[in-house]
């Protein structure tokens, strides 16, 4: 691992901020190359990513087989990677825990997703599981999803918006013990008309279970569906990327419905 | 599958509530029949659950291989019992999508789990899980979970506690698209003193990622660590637990950080 001498500003020495990138879609998704193009001029970058997909992880962990950590090679702007066979969440405690575990982490990234993780998706989504569990510590954290589901999807705009709102996030003081969740429409970053600071869409996805045969005739079953939105406001993330703005939603992790403890209260008789 | 046939009171054909039981300990788990035991005297009970343990898989879904399903007995009361190679909230979906797709489900219920699923716990549990899952589509939905990881444990004050809350969530109308999160205490029954309403502790799991070496001198990792509880106050769930009540937090599945919104919206520019 290279670390960083810092950059002499006068007397002071100012060291570059330390960038954590990791994502759900493994080390060789487009979108992992996009995030670290746009992160790797506002600082230092290590990556840990899983060694394969593993879209639809959410916050899983690995608790019944061992993890594996490889650093798999450093390109020629000093970027370290790593890959695991462990999950997203799993690839930010790594990060943390065992390769950056003497350095203080300054921003940690996920994403650029390859598909939407706006409304419902986000409970499903490994991209912003592992943005949430930065947040967990209080890191600023940030998870990056297109709404291109291709391998090749074309990620220039998302690039250009993810420098923006790294920029920003270096720059300001951020809420405490939050995340941000950025979806980015799918046109040309001149189509993209800003960004909105969203809510959640209240939505579900309409699943379909597939059923199929195999070879030996035994049936099985492909999860699919697709997204319901319920919600048709103009304060939440899918109008938002209706109207070809990038969505930001603050997240959190305390899923208290507090709104409800005085109403249930006749449960404690 | 059976299909019941109603109970008759005077005129009127009272069907019984169906009850859906998932958990993410696997099909072998005391605790699945520790909730079955609580929740068979109410309605029909329909079992779908994990080949095996799932503990940590959180919202996971299985999108990368075929999802199997299997009905493997029905027991003396006529429950029957699924089991897939899925994970919790794949159990779910199973079971309202495939099993149940024609019925109308009542009641989800998710463990008993082995072990705590409260404060930060939460976001990793494939048990609680699997009740948000319930409630994104407005089922009633509950998960159980007992202070004691013994595969082992006793689970008597848990079925007396599970039966009163399973009764009463039968009984009134609960508030639209949340679960409850119950943790249990470990004490006999007569040492708990009740229920109480909780909000989500603020904590955080404190991880050491053990570094092992293989016999071919390779290195690995276990996740392990402990619980920080950095929210003292008498309204939380590890309060709650730490002075022997049942702790019942109300669950949203929107992250939404809302009070942010305003203070983020400098990112608009």
């Known amino acids: 691992m290279g670390y960083p001498t810092g950059i002499t500003q006068g007397k002071r020495i100012m ?42 992880y959410a916050h899983g962990i690995t608790m019944n087989v061992p993890l594996r950590l490889k650093q798999y090679k450093t390109d020629a702007d000093g970027v370290d990677y790593y890959r695991t066979n462990g999950t997203p969440v799993d ?54 999803s297109l709404l291109d589901y291709s391998p090749h999807a074309d990620f220039t705009a998302a690039i250009a918006i993810a420098k923006k709102i790294i920029g920003q996030t270096l720059q300001h003081e951020l809420p405490e013990y939050i995340s941000l969740n950025v979806n980015i429409p799918k046109v040309p970053l001149e189509e993209i008309k800003g960004i909105k600071i969203t809510r959640q869409t209240h939505g579900y996805w309409h699943e379909v279970l597939e059923e199929r045969v195999d070879c030996y005739g035994r049936k099985y079953y492909w999860l699919d569906g697709w997204l319901v939105d319920n919600d048709p406001h103009e304060d939440t993330c899918e109008w938002a990327l209706k109207h070809n703005y990038v969505s930001l939603q603050p997240v959190q992790f305390d899923l208290t419905a507090h709104q409800y403890i005085n109403t249930l209260k006749f449960l404690e008789e």
């Open 91 to 144: 690839c930010v405690k790594l990060g943390q825990k065992v390769i950056l575990k003497d350095r203080k982490i300054d921003l940690i990234l996920s994403g650029i997703n390859h598909g939407s993780n706006s409304s419902i998706s986000i409970i499903y989504s490994g991209t912003m599981a592992a943005a949430i569990e930065g947040s967990v510590e209080n890191y600023k954290s940030i998870g990056f």
């Open 15 to 56: 060291s570059k901020p330390l960038i954590l990138i990791v994502n759900d879609d493994g080390y060789e998704a487009k979108g992992l190359y996009a995030l670290v193009e746009a992160a790797k001029e506002f600082g230092e970058v290590v990556v840990v990513t899983p060694d394969g997909p593993r879209s639809g």
